[in-house]
Nanobody, 120 residues
Framework: QVQLVESGGGLVQAGGSLRLSCAASGRIFSVNDMGWYRQGPGKQRELVATITSGGTTNYADSVKGRFTISRDNGKNMVYLQMNGLKPEDTAVYYC??????????????WGRGTLVTVSS
């Protein structure tokens, strides 16, 4: 089995910062694209940012210039540095990864999510 575990969510005032972390564990051969998605109250899940194994990044327009995604391939971890947070960033943030496993081949894996609440 492969697991993604997020951490770093919490309550922050508007304009503040948070850093989310996500660790992939299990019988992993390699990790391809990793990313962060979010689902706000009453909204559908949406892409926040993705990063390839080579470091190419992609961001939603709503977070460009405020959020930075990065990864540590040696540790199978991905991070999301969130600055200039706004109340509309309030959501459950989910980690996602495309993982090549040692046993069952390629898997799309999701974490359970971490709640980010931004107060005005």
């Amino acid at each position: 089995q492969v697991q993604l575990v997020e951490s770093g969510g919490g309550l922050v005032q508007a304009g503040g910062s948070l850093r989310l972390s996500c660790a992939a564990s299990g019988r992993i051969f390699s990790v391809n694209d990793m990313g962060w998605y979010r689902q706000g109250p009453g909204k559908q899940r949406e892409l926040v940012a993705t990063i390839t194994s080579g470091g190419t990044t992609n961001y939603a327009d709503s977070v460009k210039g405020r959020f930075t995604i990065s990864r540590d391939n040696g540790k199978n971890m991905v991070y999301l540095q969130m600055n200039g947070l706004k109340p509309e960033d309030t959501a459950v943030y989910y980690c996602h990864a495309g993982v090549q496993t040692a046993i069952v081949g390629y898997l799309e894996v999701w974490g359970r999510g971490t709640l980010v609440t931004v107060s005005s």
